[in-house]
């Protein structure tokens, strides 16, 4: 089992930035890709950014690409998500999660194991 707590959600204006955080406990050895997720409102879970297992490979969501920037520190078994020039549209709930099975991916329904999730709210 892998427990997923994730941090540093809030309040914030149109164009600031937010750092959010993700600790790994449990059973935290071995390969696994990491993610972030997020969900709006009245809509579907969806990608946001994913982190391979040596931090060498990152992918992101089209709508994120150039603002945010997923990170990952082994030793410390966490994983960050910089998000920059935020906008309304970013309002949402952020899952952090991890997929023990692969090296990296970017589906949902790879990851076996969610974060219970930290509100991000962007105002206009």
């Known amino acids: 089992q892998v427990q997923l707590v994730e941090s540093g959600g809030g309040l914030v204006q149109a164009g600031g930035s937010l750092r959010l955080s993700c600790a790994a406990s449990?059973?935290?050895?071995?390969?696994?890709?990491m993610g972030w997720f997020r969900q709006a409102p009245g809509k579907e879970r969806e990608f946001v950014a994913a982190?391979?297992?040596?931090?060498?490979?990152?992918g992101y969501a089209d709508s994120v690409k150039g603002r945010f920037t997923i990170s990952r520190d082994k030793a410390k078994n966490t994983v960050y998500l910089q998000m920059n020039s935020l906008k309304a549209e970013d309002t949402a709930v952020y899952y952090c999660?991890?997929?023990?099975?692969?090296?990296?991916?970017?589906?949902?329904?790879?990851?076996?194991?969610w974060g219970q999730g930290t509100q991000v709210t962007v105002s206009s």
């Open positions: 982190i391979s297992w040596s931090g060498s490979y990152t």
């Open positions: 999660a991890a997929d023990p099975r692969r090296d990296y991916s970017g589906h949902s329904t790879d990851y076996d194991y």
């Open positions: 449990g059973r935290t050895f071995g390969r696994y890709a």
